[in-house]
């Protein structure tokens, strides 16, 4: 188990070495497109990288909290009569594209990292929401009646048994929610952001795909390394 967390950590490590390299960057794509003129962007790959990471992690843990928070308390006796409210309208915040929540946005927040923080925020509540539900709802209720007759209150038998079992179900929510906005926050160039997105849509602008390779490979190596922790996380409390 011990070395399963020790190659993602020298994977990310390479990621890391790997988006700092920017003359290799250089190199490649020219290789790659030696008509282009311009194969990587005036900002630096590692700088592109940073913005799109605080996007991801900001979005992501604002996500966390309000979906676990929303789950956790839709499966509680008394607001169980929510509990379709709350997964139909975290359904129609995923399914309402998130460049309509940019525009939408705009008036009230402007330009640059906070309309695409909202849309980042709104479009990872679903797999969240519906994870903390789906754990909580499925922890045996022998499991809880053990707990009950050992004298918990309810606000003990929820953090000390039934979180603790939901655990590998709100994991993989959260897994889907940070996947999917790796991608999601390219979006956020479009409105001034920055990220990975700036490389992306310059590149389809000017029909440069080096450019868009730039912007693009990070995105899938994120995505990948992300993915690979948080199933490790899983299978570790699941264990």
Known sequence: ?????????IAGVLLLVLFAAQPLWQTTLKALYPLENKVVHEQSLLALVAVHLALLLASSLCSILIGVSIGAVVTRASWRDFLPLALGISSLAQVFPPV?????????????????????????????????????????TDVLEAAKGLGMSESQLFWRAALPLALPSILGGIRTSVVINIGTAAIGAAIGAGGLGLPIFAGLESQNFALVLEGAIPVMLLALWFDALLARLSMVLAS
Do not use: C, D, K, Q
């Open 1 to 9: 188990m011990t070395r399963g967390w020790e190659r993602i950590g």
């Open 100 to 140: 309509a929540v940019l525009a939408l946005a705009y008036p009230a927040l402007g330009f640059g990292f906070a309309p695409t923080l909202l849309a980042l925020i709104l479009y990872g509540l679903l797999p969240i929401v519906s994870g903390t539900i789906a754990g909580l709802e499925n922890v045996p």
